[in-house]
C-alpha cells in the first residue's frame, strides 16, 4: 500500500471550512484514498473515501488532485466536536483488505 | 443498532497472567480484524479472520493469539502478558463488497501491572 504524508496538527476556528491535506504521491491506479478519524479515547470512525473523483457525504468533501498524487479533507463548517486526529489512508479495494494507519493530524477546533 | 462492541472498556492484569479480551458484533460482517493501539501512536493491525480463515501480521508476536468461534464473536488472547503490551486494543469489522469501511468498537484499554 502507498504511504501517505500528513501535517501533524491543524487548528480550525468553530464554523469555519476544515481543510485537511494528504500527499500520497506514490498511489498506484488502483489503490483508493480513505479518511478515518479518531475522537479521543474512542476507536476510529470512517469519514469518507474514493478513487479519482471529488466525493460528498454528509460528513465531509474529499478532493483528489487530478495527477492523484495528493487529497484534501473538507469539513465545511467544523464544530468542537470534530476535534479528533484525522486519518488518510491508501488502500486497494477488495476482500478483506487491511488499512495501514499513518500518524495522521490532529485537527483542534477552537471556539 | 448495529454495532461493534468490546467487553470490558478496561481491563487490568498482571504481568505474565494471561488476559483474553472480547468484541462482538451485530452487523452479521465476514471480516473481524485486531489492532493495537500504544500511546500517541496509530492503530496497528496485529491480525484478521476472514469468515473462519486467520491472517496474521507477518510482525505480531507469537505472544498475541486469537480465536472466533462464530460470526458474531472473535477474542484476542495475551498469553504472558508484558509491560510493553499496555495499549488499547480494537476490534474491527468489515463487509467485503460493501465499500469496504471498517467498521470500530470503542476499544479496551489494557493496563499490565
Known amino acids: 500500500d502507498a504511504k501517505t504524508t500528513q501535517p501533524p496538527s491543524m487548528d480550525c476556528a468553530e464554523g469555519r471550512a476544515a481543510n485537511l491535506p494528504c500527499n500520497h504521491s506514490?498511489?498506484?491506479?488502483?489503490?483508493?484514498v480513505y479518511w478515518y478519524r479518531q475522537i479521543h479515547s474512542q476507536g476510529p470512525q470512517y469519514i469518507i473515501h474514493?478513487?479519482?473523483n471529488n466525493e460528498t457525504n454528509e460528513m465531509a468533501s474529499l478532493i483528489i488532485t487530478e495527477d492523484r498524487k495528493s487529497s484534501t479533507l473538507i469539513l465545511p463548517h467544523a464544530t468542537l466536536r470534530d476535534t479528533a486526529v484525522y486519518y488518510c489512508i491508501v488502500s486497494l479495494l477488495g476482500s478483506a483488505r487491511q488499512l495501514t494507519f499513518g500518524s495522521g493530524t490532529q485537527l483542534t477546533v477552537l471556539p | 443498532d448495529a454495532m461493534v462492541i468490546q467487553n470490558p472498556r478496561y481491563q487490568v492484569t498482571q504481568f505474565g497472567k494471561p488476559v483474553t479480551l472480547s468484541c462482538s458484533q451485530t452487523?452479521?460482517?465476514?471480516?473481524m480484524y485486531w489492532y493495537q493501539q500504544k500511546s500517541s501512536q496509530a492503530p496497528k493491525l496485529l491480525f484478521h479472520y476472514y469468515d473462519k480463515d486467520f491472517n496474521n501480521e507477518a510482525d505480531t508476536p507469537d505472544n498475541f493469539q486469537s480465536r472466533r468461534p462464530n460470526t458474531s464473536f472473535c477474542f484476542l488472547d495475551i498469553r504472558s502478558p508484558g509491560l510493553g503490551d499496555a495499549a488499547m486494543y480494537l476490534c474491527?469489522?468489515?463487509?467485503?463488497?460493501?465499500?469496504?469501511?471498517?467498521?470500530f468498537g470503542p476499544g479496551t484499554r489494557l493496563l499490565v501491572l
Open positions: 452487523l452479521n460482517h465476514n471480516v
Open positions: 506514490t498511489i498506484s491506479g488502483n489503490e483508493y
Open positions: 474514493g478513487l479519482k
Open positions: 474491527a469489522t468489515s463487509a467485503p463488497g460493501r465499500q469496504e469501511t471498517q467498521y
